[in-house]
């Protein structure tokens, strides 16, 4: 597939870490965010039921542990849903610690020239 | 009453034939029991709603005023609510009408959303019967003026208190046949339903042409008068949600047993957010059992699924999701929820399911009558 040309977002200083943006391009709702300094976008629909994913909480995570222990990680690489509370990691889009098939998809964004760019 | 004469009466007004009834939608008291105040009698204002009217070093210690039963013990980790659906000024999920008028109704496309207090799920855990039943009849009040008066697609579930079943059914010839209401709420307690405890409420809600509606009770398992689970108790929250449906197997159970529906033949009761996934299993363990058995129970005529099936009515959600559609499609075969199976989204809690995706999963054949056609047989003119 072919990487279509670039989207501006907005510039670079409107989307500070901890800030998110969720735009509309080529008629997809998409969610842009600034964590921690790390950019993502992922498409606002949640993998599960279609719920508006990106108006979600960022959040870190359980992970995976010995029975009675709990070990917190991911810190601020999930985010999870206002529906149902599926957990969805940023760079992937994938339910991470469930075995569903189906995954929000995600796009490249970067800064360049001071301004906040997807691709589609 | 009939879905033909339920639509007729639709065409005399400006909307469309009801497609859409939501079973099980909640609304909230804004600030709890307090919102109640103006709707209590003075004494029972004063009797609930005295002592400290702040958080004290008292209040930290030991309770100096009623707060509503509900679980305080099992967390979410997710949270209880949709998280879209706070009102702006931070308030509760469900405490504006407003606000679920234009995310459900017109957001969902939902004709009637037919409206279950969630701070009154506990009130069957509460110790003193008077307490609670004033609490019902003020929050019925509340219901009435706040919600049914806002939308006239709000219906609601007249909720009794179940420790007097005399002042239970008081309420219902009370307030039975007010605008709006299509059913009781029936909030439980550990007694089971088939007792004969509770059969001035049925007489009354038969009498009425109400069905009863069971829900699950918030404090099961929590409270000493509260329904308590099977095998003893759970740790996890979500061990707790999930075993909450062994409280509908035995009611449904008892109700059987007991010939309730050979007593009260009119009777209907609605089980929101009761799952059927173990329907199928209470069916065929009864009716086994009651080949043999029969003669410890003569009163039960009929095959007890055949009892189930005709006057216990389901919500949808939370619809199992297997990962095999075939699967769910034989489930809903076996439980016959072309006539037992009505929609429900639970809005606004967190295992909402929304009217879209959730009807599309069904199987066409009886995709229209759990959308709505169950719904209005079930609930009759009382929806038009």
Redesign the interface.
């Known amino acids: 597939m072919s990487v279509t040309a670039p989207h501006v977002v907005c510039a670079a200083d409107e989307l500070p870490p901890g800030a998110r943006r969720i735009v509309e391009i080529d008629g997809r709702s998409i969610g842009v965010f600034n964590v921690d300094g790390d950019l993502f976008a992922i498409n606002n629909a949640c993998p599960h039921?279609?719920?508006?994913l990106c108006?979600?909480?960022i959040e870190g995570t359980m992970l995976p542990s010995e029975p009675h222990s709990y070990v917190y990680g991911l810190h601020n690489r999930m985010i999870?849903c206002?529906?149902?509370?599926w957990e969805i990691e940023l760079a992937t889009g994938r339910p991470r610690f469930n075995d569903?098939p189906g995954r929000a998809r995600v796009y490249p964004v970067a800064v360049q020239d001071g301004q906040v760019v997807v691709r589609l | 009453m009939t879905t033909a004469q339920v639509t007729n009466a639709q065409q005399d007004g400006p909307e469309a034939a009801l497609r859409t009834i939501d079973c099980d939608v909640h609304p909230h008291l804004p600030k709890g029991l307090r919102t109640l105040g103006p709707y209590l009698p003075v004494a029972w204002r004063r009797r609930l709603l005295g002592g400290l009217s702040e958080t004290s070093w008292a209040t930290e210690v030991y309770a100096s005023q009623l707060a509503l039963p509900k679980n305080d013990m099992y967390i979410n980790?997710?949270?209880s609510m949709?998280?879209?659906a706070f009102p702006e000024d931070g308030s509760v999920p469900g405490s504006d009408p407003e606000l679920m008028v234009r995310q459900l109704l017109d957001g969902g496309g939902v004709d009637r959303a037919v409206l279950i207090g969630g701070n009154v799920f506990g009130i069957g855990a509460l110790v003193d019967p008077d307490a609670a039943a004033a609490i019902a009849t003020a929050y019925n009040r509340w219901l009435r003026e706040v919600w049914l008066a806002h939308d006239r697609r709000f219906r609601g579930a007249l909720v009794v208190a179940p420790q007097d079943a005399q002042l239970a059914a008081e309420e219902i010839d009370r307030a039975g046949d007010e605008p709006g209401i299509v059913e009781v709420f029936l909030p439980l307690m550990n007694t089971l339903m088939g007792d004969r405890h509770y059969y001035p409420i049925y007489a009354a809600a038969e009498r009425h042409g109400l069905p009863i509606t069971l829900h699950p009770n918030s404090v099961d398992g929590i409270y000493a008068r509260a329904a308590q689970l099977a095998g003893g108790v759970p740790t996890y929250y979500v061990e707790w949600h999930t075993a909450l449906t062994q409280v509908f197997q035995a009611n449904v159970i008892s109700l059987t047993c007991h010939g309730v529906f050979e007593r009260f033949p009119g009777m209907k009761v609605v089980i929101a957010e009761g799952g059927i996934a173990w329907l199928p299993d209470v069916m065929w363990r009864l009716d086994k059992d009651w080949e043999a058995l029969r003669d410890e129970v003569p009163w039960v005529k009929r095959k007890p699924s055949e009892y189930i099936l005709d006057h216990v009515r389901f919500t949808t959600q939370p619809l199992p999701e297997p990962?095999r559609p075939e699967q769910l499609r034989a489930m809903l075969e076996i439980v016959d929820a072309g006539r037992t199976l009505v929609y429900s989204s639970d809005y606004p809690h967190?295992?909402?399911?929304?009217p879209g995706?959730t009807i599309a999963r069904l199987p066409q054949p009886m995709r229209e009558r759990i959308r709505g056609g169950n719904a209005i047989e079930l609930y009759g003119e009382r929806l038009a």
């Not at chain 1, 039921?49 to 508006?52: I, V």
């Not at chain 2, 967190?350 to 929304?354: E, I, S």
């Open positions: 039921r279609g719920a508006p108006e979600g909480t999870r206002p529906w149902h509370g569903r | 980790p997710v949270g949709r998280r879209d990962s967190w295992d909402f399911d929304a995706t």
